[in-house]
């Protein structure tokens, strides 16, 4: 019983994280100031600025809904509970509250002439966050295996190879981003469908 507490405990607090970081992207999103406004096409304009960060905004929230059904999904998995996965769990919320930042950046310049440190900066903490899932699932799976059965076992090796796969992906562009960056950004952009896919096919199988 103790251990299911603490696994409980453990997603209440990750959930909240992921609340809390959802809530705040909303903040990014200024209204235009009515000192700079005289007419409805100002205020048109105005509204156009606004479109990098609208689409940093969604983005964001895909990014991180995406992720928090991923974890809701491999949590429901998992009955037990270690020091190292916790830690685990914590480095990931870390990447977590990060992405809003470059995810803002990418917006504003991923696709100018500006834009290889964006999408440098945002492809490196989508690495970051990539290590957090297989620290999580290797600490889910040894030296103690923490998973509720064997069905669950082969679902978080699933989770641990594409997490592997994207580390990878995700080291490559951010490599070729400072040569390419352009094109990174739409390859990075449409990761994220493979993702969703992918959590929808690890609900279903849970």
């Given at each position: 019983m103790a251990e299911e507490s603490t696994?409980?405990?453990?997603?209440?607090?990750?959930?909240?994280?992921?609340?809390?970081?959802?809530?705040?992207?909303?903040?990014?999103?200024?209204?235009?100031?009515?000192?700079?406004?005289?007419?409805?096409?100002?205020?048109?304009?105005?509204?156009?600025?606004?479109?990098?960060?609208?689409?940093a905004f969604?983005?964001?929230?895909?990014?991180?809904?995406?992720?928090?059904?991923?974890?809701?999904?491999?949590?429901?998995?998992?009955?037990?509970?270690?020091?190292?996965?916790?830690?685990?769990?914590?480095?990931?919320?870390?990447?977590?509250v990060i992405i809003p930042f470059p995810t803002a950046l990418f917006a504003e310049?991923?696709?100018?002439?500006?834009?290889?440190?964006?999408?440098?900066?945002?492809?490196?903490v989508m690495l970051l966050t990539n290590i957090g899932w297989i620290?999580?699932?290797r600490s889910a799976l040894k030296p103690k295996l923490l998973v509720k059965n064997?069905?669950?076992k082969v679902t978080i090796e699933t989770i641990l190879k594409h997490a592997k796969y994207a580390f990878v992906l995700y080291s490559v562009c951010?490599?070729?981003?400072f040569w390419f960056p352009h094109t990174m950004s739409i390859v990075?952009?449409?990761?994220?469908?493979a993702w969703l896919i992918l959590g929808l096919k690890y609900k279903e199988n849970s």
């Open positions: 696994n409980s405990r453990l997603e209440t607090f990750c959930d909240g994280v992921f609340a809390i970081a959802l809530t705040l992207l909303i903040l990014e999103i200024k209204a235009p100031l009515a000192e700079g406004i005289h007419c409805s096409e100002d205020l048109w304009h105005s509204l156009k600025h606004l479109l990098p960060a609208v689409f969604f983005l964001s929230f895909a990014i991180i809904v995406i992720s928090w059904v991923n974890h809701h999904t491999a949590l429901k998995l998992i009955d037990k509970s270690t020091s190292h996965f916790i830690y685990s769990n914590v480095f990931l919320l870390l990447t977590i310049f991923g696709f100018t002439e500006y834009s290889t440190p964006a999408v440098v900066l945002y492809g490196f620290l999580i699932c064997e069905k669950g951010t490599v070729l981003a990075l952009t449409l990761t994220w469908m």
